[in-house]
């Protein structure tokens, strides 16, 4: 392995830890709200794309305890 490549992977985590730590001090409310907004925007959607969508999740979060 080069010399570079490992320079190159660690400034590219450092740049992803970095663009991501806002979410750790933002306020939980803010979060929350957001959240909210989400689960108002699938309500108004028309039932076969909720029920296409609660599909996918229900795939995707096998979990089992």
């Known amino acids: 392995m080069k010399p570079n490549n490992i320079y190159h992977r660690r400034l590219h985590k450092l740049q992803?830890?970095?663009s991501h730590a806002h979410l750790g001090l933002l306020p939980h409310a803010l979060l929350a709200k957001s959240a909210q907004d989400v689960l108002a925007e699938y309500a108004r959607?028309?039932?076969?794309q909720q029920q296409h969508i609660a599909k996918?999740?229900?795939?995707?979060n096998q979990l089992d305890g």
């Open 56 to 60: 996918r999740v229900a795939y995707y």
């Open 16 to 18: 992803y830890y970095v």
């Open 45 to 48: 959607l028309p039932k076969h």
